[in-house]
């Protein structure tokens, strides 16, 4: 079966320190990948989504940055963290041939202090 | 784009009756709405899925409900129990999850 994992669970960073969550996949070849962002109070934003290795799309301009070296990796970056970059994340996967049912993973709280 | 506003915000019903949460979408293109749970700190888990040829469907108490020419699509949970607490998100799809719209989620309470 499939699953996914994502860490760390809980991230304390101060203003300005760099950032790197990661997630990976098991169970499965060339998932589509995808990294949201949950505000306290808000709805799910997408952030990255890739369809294959080194394949980023950006659906929002921001202080962040994703890669995917290998096919069932994928990671979040920032050189220097923002207070607003705040937020619970999450990492999900479809399955390339159908793309439409997501799975998540169990996300990241991310405090900027 | 795609916008969905999905009602009630906050939702309290007592334990065995009948919640029902609502979304409204306003991408006549849209053709796949699927329901989301989620408990606290953890991801979302999808729990029921509709697509824009069905009116309805049912998966044991949980039920949706689609509109097509209204656009809007619901979701209703019968004999509620405790464990049915959560965070319930609508989405909106034309296909492919690049472009799927999530409403802001409702808080269900079930009051035991």
């Known amino acids: 079966s499939q699953t996914i994992h994502q860490w760390p669970a809980t991230l304390v960073q101060p203003v300005g320190s760099p950032l790197s969550l990661e997630c990976t996949v098991e169970?499965?070849?060339?998932?589509?990948l995808y990294w949201y962002r949950q505000a306290a109070g808000r709805g799910l934003q997408l952030l990255f989504y890739s369809v294959g290795i080194g394949q980023i799309s950006s659906e929002v301009p921001q202080n962040l940055s994703a890669s995917r070296p290998q096919d069932r990796q994928f990671i979040l970056s920032s050189k220097k963290l923002l207070l607003s970059d705040s937020g619970f994340y999450l990492c999900?996967?479809?399955?390339?041939?159908?793309?439409?049912?997501?799975?998540f993973g169990s996300g990241t709280q991310l405090s900027v202090l | 784009g795609e916008n969905v506003e999905q009602h009630p915000s906050t939702l309290s019903v007592q334990e065995g009756d009948s919640a029902v949460i609502k979304c409204t979408y306003s991408d006549s293109a849209s053709n796949y709405f699927p329901w989301y749970k989620q408990e606290l700190g953890k991801g979302p888990q999808l729990i029921i899925d509709i697509r824009s040829n069905v009116g309805e469907k049912k998966d044991q108490r949980i039920a949706v409900t689609l509109n097509k020419t209204a656009k809007h699509f619901s979701l209703h949970i019968t004999e509620t129990q405790p464990e049915d607490s959560a965070v319930y998100f609508c989405a909106a799809s034309k296909g492919g999850y690049q472009k799927v719209t999530f409403g802001i989620g409702t808080k269900l309470q079930v009051i035991p």
């Open positions: 169970g499965t070849s060339n998932p589509n």
């Open positions: 999900a996967w479809t399955a390339a041939r159908t793309n439409e049912k997501l799975f």
